[in-house]
């Protein structure tokens, strides 16, 4: 099994920066994609940023150019920076990681974006 350890999220205003990061432990051998995926009240769970074990990364047109997902390949970890925060970008936000087509989840951490 893997665990994934999300940290980072808070109560940051409109324009502000927030840094998650994210730890997978357990059996993560031939983990490959990672990524970041959000849900807000009342909405379906989408994709924000994922990030290959390459460092091929993928955005949602919402946030590209104020997100930047990065990853430590050798430490597990997925770090997503958020820049220019905006209300809509309010959220809880879940660590995902794909291993050999099972995809495992954090338990998420919320991310409040006050106007």
């Known amino acids: 099994q893997v665990q994934l350890v999300e940290s980072g999220g808070g109560l940051v205003q409109a324009g502000g920066s927030l840094r998650l990061s994210c730890a997978a432990s357990g059996s993560t051998f031939g983990i490959g994609v990672m990524g970041w995926y959000r ?3 009342g909405k379906q769970r989408e994709l924000v940023a994922t990030i290959t074990s390459g460092g091929s990364t993928n955005y ?8 930047t997902i ?4 050798a430490k597990k970890i997925v770090d ?3 820049n ?3 209300p809509e970008d ?15 989840w954090g338990q998420g951490t ?4 006050s106007s």
């Not at 047109?61 to 104020?66: A, E, F, L, N």
């Not at 309010?90 to 495992?104: D, F, L, M, P, R």
């Open 39 to 41: 849900q807000a009240p």
């Open 60 to 67: 949602a047109d919402s946030v590209k150019g104020r997100f």
């Open 70 to 73: 990065s990853r430590d390949n």
């Open 80 to 82: 997503l920076q958020m």
């Open 84 to 86: 220019s925060l905006k």
């Open 90 to 104: 309010t959220a809880v936000y879940y660590c995902n990681a794909i291993q050999y087509g099972h995809g495992w």
């Open 110 to 113: 919320q991310v409040t974006v």
